[in-house]
């Protein structure tokens, strides 16, 4: 088989690209990463030894200038993404870029008009990991009827991942880097669009525990409620923390007039029960409902073919839609309605 020949070129070579892009890319025939830019050119001549990446550069414009490279990979921090997709978009490039779209809704905006004005090129973002094992079949068993009409649900995203006050800002505490995305917030708003649509308004508050950390004034907050109407008269209630120490594991609890699911998101477990049955039990996911991590490969097939990955950055906008009236609410302490995605 004579394949097309990708070049790719990475900005950013964090822990993601490193643990899951990389290793994967290199395993596709006919994929070449060519080019290597990270935050410290240290760090980016780390990854090229390690990767036998050949080309070192100090600036991200200068991977988009090289004419032989047809991919750009993102996987920046968010402060990035909107302008980098836009100049790889001009320049004629592909785009892969990583989740937490961009810094807020606007961007992402930008981010879909420029894919929409070069349609011809193959952009994705990077998908929530979250319920991709057995998510299909999750969502199978929701509209097959298992529970009946949904009633209503909860969500549980609490973690102690920096429950420690003195621990040193992470990036994602930085507004600078991060814009208004929030821990997980956008990640589950992802899988639920995927899995019980879009919610029709919202309303929320948050709070910020540890407001400085060394020289930094945190200002994304680190704990999250939010109550929520769905279509169809299905009501939400969401809760994150980054603050939790020794919280439960994170799940996804629907109830409805037949009975109730739960997705476990930490073991990928679904259980599940009737009305009248005794209680929840373990269930068994069909093999053909069972997914892997094979992003790296959906993306470089939809270059090779010209076709159009999920997730795409209309999704995208959709769940920045959810993070920015999140904040919204919060700010002006009120119900907010969602867009109704007339922009898409």
């Known amino acids: 088989m004579n394949l097309q020949k990708i070049r790719i070129g990475i900005i950013g070579a964090g822990a993601i690209a490193r643990q899951r892009h990389l290793p994967n890319l290199q395993k596709i025939p006919g994929v070449e990463i060519v080019a290597v830019c990270n935050a410290r050119r240290e760090s980016a001549e780390r990854v090229a030894a390690e990767y036998k990446i050949p080309i070192v550069v100090d600036h991200w414009q200068d991977v988009i200038a090289l004419k032989d490279i047809n991919v750009i990979w993102i996987s920046t921090t968010p402060h990035l993404h909107a302008p980098i997709t836009i100049a790889a978009l001009q320049a004629g490039k592909h785009v892969f870029c990583q989740a937490r779209m961009a ?8 981010m879909l008009t420029a894919a929409r004005v070069h349609n011809k090129l193959v952009t994705m973002l990077c998908p929530a990991p979250h319920g991709m094992k057995h998510g299909r079949y999750f969502k199978h068993l929701l509209d ?9 649900f909860r969500l549980n995203a609490m973690n102690g991942m920096f429950s420690d006050p003195d621990a040193p800002a992470h990036w994602r505490q930085r507004v600078e880097l991060s814009g208004l995305n929030i821990m997980s917030v956008g990640i589950y708003a992802e899988v639920l669009g995927r899995w019980i649509g879009q919610p029709l308004r919202l309303f929320s508050r948050h709070e910020t525990f540890t407001r400085r950390r060394g020289e930094v004034l945190v200002q994304i907050p680190d704990f999250v409620q939010v109550i929520g109407e769905w279509p169809k008269n299905l009501i939400g209630t969401l809760e994150w923390s980054c603050v939790a120490c020794h919280a439960p594991q994170e799940c996804l ?20 029960a009737k009305r009248t049955d005794s209680g929840l039990k373990a269930l068994q996911v069909p093999q053909e409902y069972v997914d892997s991590w094979h992003v790296e490969e959906d ?8 076709g159009h990955p999920q997730p795409d950055f209309e999704t995208g906008v959709r769940y920045m839609e959810f993070v920015e009236m999140v904040h919204k609410s919060a700010r002006e302490r009120r119900w907010v309605d969602l867009p109704r995605t007339s922009y898409l």
């Open 103 to 110: 810094m807020d809704l606007s961007e992402a905006r930008e």
């Open 144 to 152: 097959s009827g298992f529970i009946g009409q949904p009633y209503h």
């Open 253 to 272: 609890e629907i109830y409805g007039r037949e009975g109730t699911l739960v997705y476990n998101f930490i073991t990928d477990e679904i259980f599940g």
């Open 299 to 306: 993306f470089i097939q939809a270059v090779r073919s010209k």
